[in-house]
Every structure is written in C-alpha cells, then in structure tokens.
C-alpha cells in the first residue's frame, strides 16, 4: 500500500526520533487514553452519543483525538477508536453497555463458533472509517505532531471474543488455550491477518507510528505467552515492515504487553522499535534487560496521577533517571483513568519536557 496523500510537513519529530534511538532536546511524551473521559470537553462532546457510533464518525474520532493536543503539549496524538473494532469487521457484535463496558451478546463458546466469522475481511470496507478518520486528523493536526494508530493484538482480542466483555481471569479464552489449542490457533491466525491488513490501511491513511496492545497478557504465564501470544506478536510486526519496505516506508512500530514482564527480552528482540512498559518494572531493569536493543517507553502508575504537583514532578525525575534520555518515550503504565484531574495531566506533562532538558545539560 501506498501513502497518497499530501499532509502538512511535521513541526515537532522528537517522538519519531526517540522510536529510533536518536537523542532528542527532551524526552517526548504522550498518555494512554488521552483523548478520554478525564477531560470535561470530552465527556461534553460524547453525551448522549453511541460509543462505536462516534469510532464511526471520523469528524468526531478527529475532534477527540485533537481535544488534549489543544490543553498539553503532547508529543504525539493517538487516533480516537476502539480495538474491538476487528471482531466487529469479522462480524460479531459489539455492544458498549453503560456501567458494564464492552459486551459480545453471542461471545464465541466452542470451536465450531468460528465458522461463523468472517475468514477474509475487507478492511477498506469493513473498516475505512478508521482510515478517513486518521487522514483528516493528519491533515487537522497541520504537523503540530505525529499521529500514531493502533490495534488490539491477536490474544487480547480473542480473549474479548470469547469471555463476552472484560474479566478478572479470562477463564473461558484460556480454558480454549487448553482444551482447543488448534481452533486457538485458527483464530489467532485469522486475527493477525486482519490486524497485519489493518496497520498498513491506517499508514497508507497517514499514520506515522503504530502500536499494538497486548493488554491481557498478563493472564498468561511464560509457556503460553510462548506459544500463543508472541509468534503473533511478530509476525504482525514483521510482516508489516516487509510490505512497507517495499513501498520504502519506515515506520515505528511499539509494542505493549501489560503484565508481561516475564516476556521482556523477547518484545526486545522482536522486530518492535520500541516496548512499552506497565508500572510494575524497574526502569533500570528494563534497560538491562532489553540490552540496548530498543527503545522504552512507559511506565509511571497512573495512580501517581492523584498525587500533589510537586510530587508528580518527583515521580517524574526519579523515572527519568531510571530510564535515561535517549531512546525513551515517557507515559503511563496504563491508560489515564476518567476521575483525574486534567491540571495533574498537564503537571506530569511538564515535568517530563523540563527535567528531561535538565538532565540532557548535565
């Protein structure tokens, strides 16, 4: 796929440049959920409206995911959408219930449910919504900074499909691991079709980073994480690159696997630019442990969001000297939560931009 169309010249690169390992003035930064419930102009604009109405609305996903740029000086936008929109494209339905989140009235419950998926899905049809979404938000963003898309990884998605919504233990997908490793396997596959199919439309529509979320992989334990989420894992990553080489395009690629520290040596060494880290990890450790191979980028608890301004700014230092300046990315461990206040946001914000300059003088 190629990109066709003409977007503004970039103005702020240091989030590209901190995906490649290149010394930046500061350390860039962007949040998780940062188009999202904690802004009153968010909870304003989404009132009364269907959640997966709005991913279809590319002028609303445009305008949310413009809303914290106008507030902070982020380093990078994230376009507003869902992951679950791939089981939607495969042809399950997906319901956003208040108070519940999100809900799969008929949830995948035995191998033979998969002939009832989508096995091909035209992802300019299915979901060229999200594309016409992303090329706008280029074109708005007028260069100010890069946007990234994303995706829901294989396993996470097939946890969702099967559970029916959100859980504690993901028993139900991972009874699936055990008793149907092959139909897993299937679905796993299917999955990462569509997802590989999906990350080139949203770079030939104008992303300039992709992330992919594996935010259940903490319910796996090493062996499984092995065989059923990590060979996934890179074969997006790397079947993405080779069809974008061909088109001689280089674009970053992260990975997070929340919960997944037991895995981090192998994220290093697999075809991602960057791994993102949860709040669980050392920040000294991570970088031992990826050995140089690529850059970081994370992990402040999200939590430490309640805490006073001068202690944010604490936090802050105390990560950055954990991690360095160079090839690293500053964010939270996890997504901003919906009760935060917008003004600590704008704190952490800050004190990455100026003690990361402080430490680069030193």
Not at 91 to 109: C, H, I, N, S, Y
Not at 182 to 204: N, P, R
Not at 309 to 320: A, Q, T
């Amino acid at each position: 796929m190629f990109c066709l169309h003409y977007f503004p010249k970039l103005k702020n690169d240091t989030f590209l440049c901190a995906c490649h390992g290149q010394e930046t003035n500061h350390v860039p930064v962007w949040c998780m959920r940062q188009a999202g419930r904690y802004l009153p102009e968010f909870r304003e604009f989404r009132a009364g409206k269907d959640f997966f109405e709005t991913c279809r609305s590319p002028a609303a996903c445009c305008e949310l995911t413009l809303q914290p740029l106008r507030r902070f000086p982020f380093d990078a936008a994230i376009i507003f959408s869902d992951i679950l929109v791939i089981p939607q494209a495969m042809g399950m339905d997906v319901q956003m219930v208040a108070g519940k989140g999100p809900t799969f009235p008929e949830p995948l419950k035995e191998p033979e449910d998969l002939l009832l998926l989508q096995p091909k899905v035209d992802v300019n049809k299915e979901l060229g919504y999200v594309f016409k979404a992303i090329t706008l938000t280029r074109h708005k963003l007028d260069g100010k900074v890069p946007l990234i898309g994303f995706t829901g990884a294989p396993w996470t998605l097939m946890a969702y499909m099967i559970e029916g919504g959100g859980s504690t233990t993901h028993s139900k997908a991972k009874r699936w691991l055990y008793r149907h490793p092959e139909a897993s396997h299937k679905l796993l596959k299917m999955l990462t079709d569509v997802i590989v199919e999906y990350l080139l439309g949203q770079v030939a529509a104008g992303a300039q980073a992709l992330q992919v979320f594996e935010s259940h992989a903490g319910c796996l334990g090493p062996v499984e994480f092995q065989e059923f989420s990590l060979p996934y894992l890179r074969d997006i990553a790397r079947k993405v690159k080779d069809q974008l080489k061909e088109s001689g395009q280089d674009v970053p690629m992260i990975v997070f696997a929340k919960d997944g520290h037991y895995g981090l040596e192998d994220l290093s060494q697999s075809h991602y630019e960057v791994v993102g880290l949860d709040w669980t990890i050392d920040p000294r450790s991570a970088r031992e442990r990826t050995g140089g191979k690529v850059s970081l980028q994370g992990n402040m608890d999200p939590c430490a969001l309640y805490a006073p301004k001068e202690r944010i700014s604490e936090i802050v230092k105390k990560m950055l000297e954990g991690f360095g300046t160079r090839g690293y990315i500053a964010n939270l461990g996890h997504g901003l939560y919906p009760d935060m206040d917008p003004e600590n946001v704008g704190a952490f914000v800050e004190a990455v931009h100026t003690h990361s300059r402080h430490l680069n003088l030193k």
